[in-house]
């Protein structure tokens, strides 16, 4: 993987280090270029109409989510374009026909996005669940096995912790929901873009991952479903309707039923070139860049005493996300220092993972280190060396 190649696709890292991909990652010059060439040559909307920039936006559109499905392995199924993995996994929680007493289990270090739908419905009488994870964010399947009974309708877990970094057990969660009838729902946010990832081998129902983390512009989303009967759409509007019989009305089979309105064209067509871009470059290339610089990152903080490392210490059971604490300041402060001493972008707070940050005694939250294609170990070095300059001066 030419690494200094890629970083000339992403000008602005001419002035910034950064490190925050795991809240949205950069957009690369082809993307860009993608996304203008929709409005400059052929803005039309999809599936209204006949003339040749209608079709070719159609076909740029249909397309896009043909390359988002095999980029997941998904050849059976449907693939829906959403905002962001949030509303993916809302179509879920809204589409499924629940009844009182349903049962879902989900886990303590989900991002709101994959718990506050769940405690929603919890409102409404379904039965919620939520599996422990050790200090690290690590799981004994144990629990899992206790908490997928034959009464559990749906299990919805994240693949890697957005915070932790911790990798969860997918394959052998899968089996228990096999074993119990329950369906799967993981949230691939924190996964897709980072490392290879296959609906087959998940033996998942639903996937859920955002764009805006792969590449891709804001405000897009996918939801791949193994099977689409029984989920009601979102939204009923137009563009979904295959027909209206007096007060009743027929949805479209495939993607369309699924994308009332006027969908963001341009951010799908955006998000067909991002795909794109990942192959060219290759995922299996960009995860082992990553393990490599997740690596140093984590043996360098280890390093520097009066810095904290949250979740696990060995590279393998992580993804590149790492979560960090330095004694005695909060870590806004120390994401204030970074960015004012060397340009360095971190996270910093709760990460949108409250339950979490509580269960961990986290009061503040963490600093967290997200990496991509576009890091380097110069931009790892200059992290750790100016982390050790705040300790000193702590």
């Known amino acids: 993987m ?108 989900e991002h709101h996005s994959n718990l506050l739908p769940w405690m929603r419905l919890k409102r409404k009488g379904l039965e919620l669940c939520t599996v422990l994870p050790d200090r690290t964010g690590a799981f004994d399947l ?15 877990v994240s693949q890697i912790s957005n915070v932790l970094g911790t990798l969860l057990p997918i394959k052998e969660i899968s089996e228990i929901c096999s074993d119990r009838g329950a369906r799967l729902l993981v949230d691939g946010a924190q996964s897709v ?100 610089l997740t690596r140093k990152l984590l043996e360098g903080l280890q390093e520097i005493e009066g810095v904290m490392v949250f979740g696990p210490l060995d590279q393998d059971g992580h993804g590149g996300v790492v979560s960090f604490g330095v004694s005695g300041l909060l870590p806004h402060e120390v994401a204030m220092m970074l960015d004012q001493a060397s340009n360095i972008s971190v996270r910093s707070g709760h990460h949108c993972c409250i339950p979490l940050m509580r269960y961990l005694g986290l009061k503040y939250g963490t600093l967290r280190a997200s990496l991509y294609l576009y890091n380097t170990e110069d931009e790892i070095d200059e992290l750790l060396a100016v982390l050790e300059q705040i300790v000193r001066m702590a």
């Open 142 to 156: 144990a629990d899992f096995e206790q908490a997928i009974t034959r009464g559990t309708k749906l299990v919805a």
């Open 193 to 292: 873009p980072h490392m290879p990832v296959s609906v087959k081998d998940l033996d998942c129902d639903f996937l859920c991952f955002s764009g805006h983390k792969m590449l891709g512009p804001s405000g897009t989303g996918i939801l791949w479903m193994r099977e689409a009967e029984g989920i009601e759409p979102l939204l009923a509007g137009g563009g979904m309707v295959e027909d209206i019989l007096d007060q009743d009305y027929v949805i479209k089979k495939g993607y369309e039923g699924f994308e009332a309105g006027t969908p963001n064209i341009s951010g799908g067509i955006g998000l067909g070139a991002a795909v794109d871009y990942l192959n060219k470059v290759g995922i299996e290339g960009i995860h082992d860049h990553e393990k490599r």
């Open 2 to 109: 030419d690494n200094q190649r890629i970083r000339e696709d992403f000008p602005i890292l001419d002035d910034v280090i950064y490190l925050d991909s795991a809240s949205t990652s950069l957009t690369p010059e082809p993307v860009l270029k993608a996304v203008l060439d929709y409005y400059r040559r052929y803005k039309a909307n999809v599936g209204r109409g006949v003339y040749r920039s209608a079709q070719l936006a159609d076909q740029r559109y249909g397309h896009a989510h043909q390359k988002a499905a095999a980029f997941v392995g998904a050849d059976v199924g449907l693939t829906v374009f959403t905002r962001n993995a949030t509303e993916s996994i809302n179509v879920v929680a809204r589409g499924l026909d629940w009844k009182k007493g349903d049962k879902i289990v989900t886990t303590l270090v």
